[in-house]
């Protein structure tokens, strides 16, 4: 059964907003050991604003350049990406990006500069924690969703590993905006696409390892397995084990995924986006939501990516 189109409007909304909710509940904690849900809550409740930081900023870049182009240019996304940082350079970027953006503004082609970075170029989570419009958009064309993942992800994570881990985000966000919010997610299957779609390596690896982690109560032994760091394959991973530990609810599900510390608003924003993708923006806590700084802008971003 096809989803209805405005359930379809909503997972758009929830997938945009998830992530900026993710994103700004987990930056307070960011680099913290472990953190507990209530404290991360209490956090949230004295803030008049839950302000979001380069992980949603980027994903608005993402957002913008795909509607100004009705789909993907890399030139144009890598000058989003530049310009939407001289504007707002203070939203905690990681160390590559900026450099990249220097490159792109000398004249650097949008596909060269990445693998200026690094050996082989960044596998850091940038690439990913960004992706959300990417997955909501191709939700119903993986082949366009992977190449546009890939290409998306070489503006500034040319390496493997980066790109994989950008595709597997997105990819796990377009399977939730497929299904139907059930009383039985089933899991295994949702796990079995996701190995699927991916090559062999470390990303199957870890997959592999969510469903035993799935079944037990050891919060540290999903640290230790998955990783709860700034690296693509330390965090996508467990972005996609915290949603699935609670599929039915958006607040638990990133409340988990921030309390395992580490990359807390990067993990929190990739935990928010399949969530809100699945459940759609009505389960976003409405006194989340509301607060989410420049809320309307996402939300009007996500609807017109779903009018494409
Ligand atoms: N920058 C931060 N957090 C720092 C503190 C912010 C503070 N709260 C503030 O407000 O100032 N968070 C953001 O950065 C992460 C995303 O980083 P991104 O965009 O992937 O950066 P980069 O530099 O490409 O990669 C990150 C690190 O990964 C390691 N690495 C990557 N590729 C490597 C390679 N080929 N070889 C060796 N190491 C590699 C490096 O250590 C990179 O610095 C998010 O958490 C976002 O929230
Ligand atoms: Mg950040
Ligand atoms: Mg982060």
């Not at 953190?35 to 949603?56: C, H, K």
């Not at 690296?231 to 699935?244: D, G, K, Q, W």
Request: net charge negative; charged share 20%; proline share 5%.
């Amino acid at each position: 059964m096809p989803i209805a189109p405005d359930f379809l409007k909503s997972k758009f909304l929830g997938a945009l907003v998830g992530t900026g909710v993710g994103d700004a509940l987990g930056a307070p904690f960011e680099g913290c050991f472990r953190v507990s849900s209530e404290e991360i809550e209490a956090v949230a409740d004295r803030q008049e604003v839950l302000t979001y930081t380069d992980d949603t900023h980027m994903m608005i870049g993402v957002a913008e350049s795909l509607l100004k182009n009705h789909g993907f240019d890399g030139e144009d996304m890598a000058h989003t990406f530049a310009r939407n940082f001289e504007l707002e350079p203070y939203r905690g970027y990681g160390p590559g990006p900026p450099h990249i953006f220097r490159l792109i503004r000398a004249g650097v082609a949008w596909d060269e500069a990445g693998q200026r970075l690094y050996r082989g170029g960044s596998y850091g989570n940038g690439s990913a924690m960004r992706v959300a419009p990417v997955g909501v958009l191709y939700h119903d064309n993986p082949a366009m969703l992977r190449e546009v993942a890939d290409k998306s992800s070489q503006i500034t994570h040319a390496h493997q590993l980066g790109k994989e881990g950008a595709a597997l985000q997105a990819y796990a966000i377009a399977l939730a905006t497929n299904l139907e919010p059930s009383s039985t997610l089933d899991r295994d299957d949702f796990l079995a696409r996701l190995n699927n779609f991916m090559p062999q390596g470390i990303y199957r690896e870890k997959l592999n390892k969510v469903q035993a982690l799935l079944s037990q109560p050891d919060r540290g032994k999903v640290i230790f397995e998955l990783g709860n760091g700034i690296e693509a394959f330390n965090s996508v991973p467990t972005a996609i084990y915290s949603f699935l530990s609670q599929p039915h609810s958006f607040a638990q599900a990133v409340l988990s995924a921030i309390s395992l510390g580490g990359d807390t608003d990067t993990i929190g924003a990739m935990t928010g986006a399949i969530s809100g993708a699945y459940l759609g923006f009505d389960a976003i806590p409405a006194k989340w939501r509301d607060k989410l700084e420049n809320r309307r802008y996402i939300t009007e971003l996500a609807e017109r990516l779903c009018n494409i």
